[in-house]
């Protein structure tokens, strides 16, 4: 109320002779307060208000505000107490602390995830206090505004669509506190949401294999290939290293990896005739420890089929060290499910032709510290039965196509070339067994094999004898005019011991039919036995 207006006649309602005020020196006096909020018209008797009264100031939030006045007269002295009740008008609008709300949000935050706002204050208190809040329409957030009785209303900012830095490094959001005077009051305050890195972005390969050739006996340190992975994270989040992933000890002898650059050289001797082809896996990681991990799954995967596991590890014991899994980013939300305790990767249901070969997933491991602290891991897993079919699999640049090609070619000359050499060789030597005599020892000779009668055996070097004689032969260098002797015979009547056989005209013939290669030859001795 204004000064100068008019609470009531006071005079009238406490039955008092308004011409005697001015004689009694009426006054009003305020307790406990310095101030006069009221005084009284001597002429009128009324009761006005001398000071601006706030409700506010003098009572704060409380629901009733009395101000107590006394009324003093003289002569006679009288005193009279006056209760004044002190109603609230929707004077006051809703206000922030602070022009602008910072706050500061991981994007690896989950959705649902909560954050407390500070509060509007408002002086009025009933329906003239804050009744509503409101939020600017945004696609990340929501709000959600609950009443308590002892603070009274107040939001929450939930986060109502993940976080993604890389695409949004801050959100600015307008908050308004409204309340239920008449006309209503409304405060504004703006929300500077700075989104804090996460590192939810494995390391990108710019090829998904590489492919190249490698000369034998390449010497040390020759630069096989260079791989290359960036991180769209930032700081130490988007710092890549390398590291070999599942190789074996005996590659890791030939080849080295630089776990800073990716170049990769030789170390040990290179031998085609042992191996034609390696096989390296190479792991991206970030520094926080982030690998890029690539899984196959079956076009054929059914729902609930284990497709992969995270395995981590807490170094804290009891409660703390209790783990949890849960998938913070999928680019199908629906495909596949973690196991909350085991970290077993599922898929949800049957893989579609419909479904994107390319699946990337965002893995985060809480433990049950309080604070709870967190990891996260990355996965890409490629719905394919084959690494050929992947798109990225098959974008192959002209050069890598035109070396491809010459090595091609070369491999196509050289094997051309061995197989005519292999069939000339082969050619050669069957003509030659043909014409040359198998060698038992230096310059041993054996006569070839012909039909024999039922009741001769073939002996190795020796013609012809009845199949009951077994004996050996022995050849040695020198003149072919030598004889052929039966040194002991166990077979009185059927030939004679130290019997010597002159070379019949056959035998000769069949040496001259040996050619000028075997004229080094002669039989020396050929013990028999018989039975």
């Known amino acids: 109320m204004k000064r100068g207006s008019v609470i009531g006649n006071i005079a009238k309602d406490l039955g008092l002779d308004v011409n005697r005020l001015s004689s009694r020196k009426a006054r009003i006096d305020t307790e406990d307060s310095r101030k006069r909020y009221c005084d009284i018209n001597l002429n009128t008797g009324e009761l006005i208000v001398a000071e601006r009264i706030d409700r506010e100031g003098l009572c704060g939030k409380k629901s009733s505000c009395v101000l107590k006045q006394e009324l003093m007269l003289e002569n006679p002295l ?71 009785d002892l603070a009274g209303k107040y939001c929450e900012l939930v986060l109502n669509k993940e976080l993604d830095r890389e695409q949004q490094q801050e959100v600015k959001l307008i908050l308004t506190a409204v309340d239920g005077g008449t006309p209503p009051r409304s405060g504004t305050v703006a929300i500077h949401v700075t989104v804090l890195d996460a590192n939810d972005n494995a390391p990108v390969f710019s090829q998904a294999i590489y492919k190249v050739s490698l000369p034998e006996n390449s010497p040390a340190d020759t630069v096989v290939v260079t791989v290359s992975a960036t991180d769209a994270d930032e700081g130490q989040n988007g ?13 890791k002898t030939l080849f080295l990896l630089n776990r800073n650059t990716g170049e990769i050289t030789v170390v040990g001797r290179i031998d085609y005739e042992e191996k034609t082809a390696y096989e390296l896996r190479v792991l991206a990681k970030d520094s926080a420890g982030n690998s890029f991990m690539t899984e196959m799954v079956p076009k054929i995967a059914q729902a609930r089929s284990l497709v992969s596991k995270v395995i981590a590890v807490d170094a804290d014991s009891g409660q703390n060290a209790w783990l949890s899994y849960h998938i913070i980013k999928a680019s199908d939300p629906g495909l596949f499910t973690i196991g909350v305790h085991s970290g077993e990767i599922r898929t949800q249901r049957d893989i579609s032709e419909s479904d994107s070969m390319k699946q990337n997933l965002i893995v985060s491991v809480r433990d049950n510290g309080q604070p709870s602290l967190s990891a996260t891991c990355a996965l890409c897993l490629l719905i394919s039965d084959n690494l050929a079919e992947v798109p990225e699999l098959k974008d192959m640049s002209r050069d890598e196509s035109s070396s491809k090609l010459t090595f091609y070619l070369i491999i196509a000359l050289v094997s051309v070339s061995t197989f005519f050499l292999t069939f000339i060789i082969i050619i050669l030597a069957v003509r030659f067994r043909r014409r040359k005599p198998r060698l038992l020892f230096d310059g041993a000779v054996a006569i070839p094999s012909a039909y024999l009668p039922p009741n001769y055996a073939e002996v190795e070097g020796a013609g012809t004898l009845r199949s009951t004689y077994n004996y050996d032969a022995y050849l040695t260098t020198g003149s072919r005019t030598s004889d052929f002797k039966f040194v002991r015979s166990y077979n009185e009547g059927t030939l004679t011991a130290d019997l010597t056989l002159k070379k019949t005209r056959s035998v000769e013939n069949i040496l001259d039919d040996l050619g000028n290669e075997v004229k080094t030859s002669q039989l020396v001795l050929m013990t028999m036995k018989y039975n």
């Not at 004077?91 to 935050?109: C, G, L, Q, T, Y």
């Not at 710092?239 to 590659?251: I, L, N, R």
């Open 78 to 148: 009288e005193l009279h107490r006056i209760s004044l009740h002190i109603d609230d008008i929707n004077d006051n609008s809703p206000h922030f602390d602070e022009d602008v709300i910072k706050m500061e949000i991981r994007e690896s935050a989950d959705k649902g995830e909560r954050f407390l706002l500070e509060e509007a204050h408002d002086p009025d208190i009933g329906n003239n206090a804050v009744q509503s809040y409101t939020l600017e329409s945004n696609e990340n957030f929501i709000l959600y505004v609950k009443s308590n």
């Open 239 to 251: 710092k890549v290293t390398y590291a070999f992933g599942h190789v074996s000890e005996e590659d």
